[in-house]
């Protein structure tokens, strides 16, 4: 049973950063792209970035390239989401994802999410 758990999520200023955390299991995670996807009150899901399955590549949306970072632990079967210079627009509940950008949501697979509040 594919699962994940996300964490590392919470209220942060603007300007400020923070790292989230994803543990997967239930998959070999080391032979899946994974994403980053999140969920802004009152809209839909967003794709926000994506990392091949070695680790080697990655993509980024253009509201939070140049910002955040992804990476991936295939011996932790964790991915990561590194988030600086965080704006009042990246408040959203945010998911990893089975996937790259263009099957995550067509697959229908991810986490409960981690809250990210952005606020003075």
């Known amino acids: 049973q594919v699962q994940f758990v996300e964490s590392g999520g919470g209220l942060v200023q603007p300007g400020g950063s923070l790292r989230l955390s994803c543990a997967a299991s239930g998959f070999t995670f080391s032979d899946y792209a994974m994403s980053w996807v999140r969920q802004a009150p009152g809209k839909g899901l967003e794709w926000v970035s994506d990392?091949?399955?070695?680790?080697?590549?990655?993509r980024y949306a253009d509201s939070v390239k140049g910002r955040f970072t992804i990476s991936r632990d295939n011996a932790k079967n964790m991915v990561y989401l590194q988030m600086n210079m965080l704006r009042p627009e990246d408040t959203a509940v945010y998911h990893c994802a089975l996937g790259p950008s263009s099957t995550w949501r067509a697959r229908g697979s991810w986490g409960q999410g981690t809250q990210v509040t952005v606020s003075a």
């Open positions: 990392i091949n399955s070695g680790g080697g590549s990655s």
